[in-house]
């Protein structure tokens, strides 16, 4: 299986701070990755895809780059909303497998 | 306005079998380039990903629980349907179903993405 490997597990930053989490497979991928943003008691909601494709009607705050292995999605100016857990997920090859996660809190 | 909608049993006893239902609404499961898929997420754990339910009738599933795991569709109910075996206490996870899409210009399962969720349901597995 490509395991996922997010950094940072959690941090907390301050509304308008520029906010980078990173994610690495363990082997390439190609572009074949999907970030999501998750609030507590909710389902997933798909911000990037393609791995720097914006969702429509995601916020242009949000931006994703990367191929292979290496991937980041940059939040430019963090806003009280942001408050949520963040997950990339592979879709290159079966099983896809998700990121353990980022939770942002707000300073 | 695309929706999904899992129901079924939010409590079973160990060794049962679990059967969800996956109601869809605003698309075709026959429409090129169209996929549900099945995910699960344990209390404060990462998703994780179950199976998957191609437009072309092609299927996917978790090779950890492909002996007892089984995807069905009805096209005239816009319904997927997921069955697991011999629930056990570690299967204990909110379950979604969820739309995905097939990027442009791409072939292949790696093409898809989940787009639209389902809103979960809570499956809790004890005796």
């Known amino acids: 299986d490509i395991q996922m490997t997010q950094s940072p597990s959690s941090l907390s930053a301050y509304v308008g701070d520029r906010v980078i989490i990173t994610c690495r497979a363990s082997?390439?991928?190609?572009?074949?990755l999907t970030w999501y943003q998750q609030k507590p008691g909710k389902a997933p909601n798909r911000l990037i895809y393609?791995?720097?494709s914006l969702q429509s009607g995601v916020p242009s705050r949000f931006s994703g780059s990367g191929s292979g292995t290496d991937f980041t999605l940059t939040i430019s100016s963090l806003q009280p909303e942001d408050f949520a857990t963040y997950f990339c997920q592979q879709h290159n090859s079966y099983p896809w497998t998700f990121g353990q996660g980022t939770k942002v809190e707000i300073k | 306005q695309i929706t999904l909608k899992e129901s079924g049993p939010t409590l079973v006893r160990p060794t049962q079998t679990l059967t969800l239902t996956c109601t869809f609404s605003g698309f075709s499961l026959r429409s090129d380039g169209v996929a549900v898929g099945w995910i699960r997420q344990s209390p404060r754990k990462a998703p994780e990903w179950l199976a998957i339910?191609?437009?072309?009738?092609?299927?996917s599933y978790r090779a950890s629980l492909r002996s007892r795991l089984t995807m069905t569709k009805d096209t005239s109910k816009s319904q997927v349907v997921l069955s697991m075996t011999n629930m056990d206490p570690v299967d204990t996870a909110t379950y979604y179903c969820?739309?995905?899409?097939?990027?442009?210009?791409?072939?292949?399962?790696?093409?898809?993405?989940?787009?639209?969720w389902g809103q979960g349901i809570l499956v809790t597995v004890s005796s």
């Open positions: 339910f191609y437009w072309d009738e092609d299927k």
């Open positions: 969820a739309h995905a899409t097939r990027r442009r210009n791409c072939r292949g399962g790696r093409c898809y993405s989940f787009d639209y």
């Open positions: 082997q390439g991928i190609r572009n074949d």
């Open positions: 393609a791995a720097s």
